[in-house]
């Protein structure tokens, strides 16, 4: 996500609690033309930290079990998630 920056991740399946990459999700990035590029540190330490949004997505798809979902991006985390799923009567 981090390379992502802003933007999306549209068509992931979630089976199980878990992505499936295979197909791939579609990833849609978001480029602001006439901004300031910053670096958006690819590097990460040995010993990082895992951001509150990212344990909030696992959290999430963990409940979601499966269906199809989109996230968006922004600043390289997880701002939301939009989850698809068949409706049940």
């Given at each position: 996500m981090?390379?992502?920056?802003?933007?999306?991740?549209?068509?992931l399946r979630v089976l199980d609690?878990?992505?499936?990459?295979?197909?791939?999700?579609?990833?849609?990035?978001?480029?602001k033309l006439g901004a300031e590029r910053t670096s958006q540190g690819h590097d990460s330490?040995?010993?990082?930290?895992?951001?509150?949004?990212?344990?909030?997505?696992?959290?999430?798809?963990?409940?979601v079990g499966s269906a199809t979902v989109a996230i968006e991006v922004r600043h390289g985390l997880p701002a939301r998630l939009i989850v698809e799923e068949v409706a049940r009567g």
């Open positions: 981090q390379r992502i920056g802003f933007g999306r991740i549209e068509s609690g878990q992505p499936a990459l295979d197909p791939p999700p579609r990833v849609i990035r978001e480029v330490p040995a010993g990082f930290t895992v951001k509150r949004a990212v344990v909030d997505l696992l959290a999430e798809l963990t409940v």
